[in-house]
């Protein structure tokens, strides 16, 4: 699991690529979720460019990783990612919520059999990982893969999100990691203003998780912290990684209305269009550099 500097700097290429892919499926969709994605480029790159155990070739695979993306209004940065990785083609992205598309504004299983879950309602993408991770454990194969499950610092407000950290906790899933977003914002506010979340990291801790605080634009640092959390076999983990919202482009950064903002309707499309070519400048800087 070793990162080189060159590989670090080749997520860095993909990560852009796949935050440029973003803002022009949101452009060509005309609505879609615009912060989260982007804050979660690194993340998402990392996994399926140098941690999961996965086949695009082999979409079925039977042993497979798993990963569970509970806060599925984030899709398009999972849609985007799986096209880079060779799951589907990136000129199907541009069909992104459009009528009779695979790419539905949540992600839609039954379309995309390769996908892990469908998911929307926010809180319950843990639950449903959990329930993987327990299957694992009688089926023997608790020890072959890993049950991973992306969420939202957000959804922490459904108590069904706790509800799943007291199953995991009490069945000692160390075959479960949890990869929380840890952005601060959702659709209303910044959380600590809507439902206060803090001690998060505390919270998790005493539902007997094992808990690591990262940052989530650190390819090096993040690929640690999953390395520490596959070593631990007593308990579950959780990953708090503390993201930018909108990264990548400058007038999104830390801003909680791009959460979820049409392109069309509450802002214009020069926002994205000044956001691509943003984006296109830094991912020639970056290509330079390599």
């Known amino acids: 699991m070793f990162l080189t500097e060159e590989k670090i700097k080749e997520l860095e290429i993909k990560a852009n690529d796949i935050r440029t892919s973003i803002i022009e499926m949101l452009l060509e969709a005309g609505s879609g979720h615009t912060a989260g994605p982007l804050g979660m480029a690194d993340i998402f790159t990392l996994f399926y460019f140098h941690v999961l155990k996965h086949d695009p070739k082999n979409p079925e695979w039977e042993e497979r990783d798993r990963l569970v993306l509970s806060n599925g209004h984030i899709c398009p940065v999972l849609y985007a990612t799986m096209a880079r990785a060779g799951y589907l083609s990136l000129e199907e992205l541009k069909t992104l919520r459009k009528f009779g598309t695979r790419l539905q504004g949540h992600p839609h299983r039954e379309y995309m059999p390769w996908l892990e879950n469908s998911s929307g309602p926010l809180g319950s993408g843990l639950s449903q990982a959990v329930g993987m991770a327990i299957a694992d454990r009688i089926d023997g194969k608790d020890k072959d893969r890993f049950i991973y499950c992306f969420m939202s610092d957000g959804e922490h407000n459904e108590g069904n999100t706790w509800e799943g950290a007291m199953l995991a906790s009490k069945n000692k899933l160390r075959n479960l990691i949890v990869v929380v977003d840890r952005n601060n914002i959702q659709i209303d506010g910044f959380t600590e203003n809507v ?96």
């Open 195 to 290: 439902m206060p979340l803090e001690p998060l990291a505390d919270k998790w801790r005493a539902f007997n998780f094992h808990v690591i605080e990262v940052g989530g634009h650190d390819f090096k640092a993040l690929n640690e912290a999953v390395g520490e959390a596959q070593a631990i076999y007593e308990k579950p983990t959780v990953i708090i990684a503390h993201t930018i919202p909108g990264k990548g482009v400058h007038e999104f950064e830390r801003d909680y209305r791009w959460h979820g903002y049409d392109p069309n309707v509450k802002t214009t499309k020069e926002d994205y269009n000044m956001a691509l070519k943003e984006l296109r400048t830094l991912g020639g800087k970056i290509k330079s550099e390599y």
